[in-house]
């Protein structure tokens, strides 16, 4: 037997409420995975820095036991290449967090980031987290 007044809505449809909490879940998602995407930028730039500067540290101890009247204070970018890892032919530079490359400072032991006037660059604000470092 059929109803007298059938109904002119369809047995199951979404709300204007659920579809309003499934896009905003949506939008969340999405905007942590930005978030998480630059943490992850960051992070890798600070590890291919700590990288560099290890292998920095590495051709100045390599150096100093070949060379061991010399004073790590008139070390040279020049006299650190030869003992670099894998041949390289230049000083390897870092990219800051903006972007900017900047030079290692090679007459300091363990060697750092050259901010511009001596300064030394760690955006991490800690020099024993091995980012942006050498550490301890």
Do not use: C
């Not at 109803?3 to 499934?22: C, D, Q």
């Not at 890798?44 to 100093?64: C, I």
């Not at 870092?94 to 290692?104: D, M, R, W």
């Amino acid at each position: 037997m059929q109803s007298p007044h059938p109904s002119s809505l369809p047995g199951r449809a979404f709300t204007l409420l659920e579809m309003s909490i499934v896009l905003m879940v949506l939008l969340a998602l999405v905007g942590s995975g930005f978030f998480v995407s630059s943490e992850m930028t960051k992070w890798k730039l600070g590890r291919q820095a700590s990288e560099d500067l290890r292998s920095v540290y590495s051709a100045q101890r390599m150096y100093l036991a070949d060379n061991p009247t010399a004073s790590v204070a008139n070390l040279t970018a020049a006299l650190l290449i030869p003992y670099l890892p894998n041949q390289a032919t230049v000083l390897p530079t870092v990219t800051s967090l903006t972007g900017a490359k900047l030079t290692i400072l090679v007459n300091v032991s363990p060697p750092v980031i050259n901010a511009g006037s001596g300064a030394t660059y760690d955006p991490s604000g800690n020099s024993k987290d091995s980012l942006w470092d050498v550490g301890e």
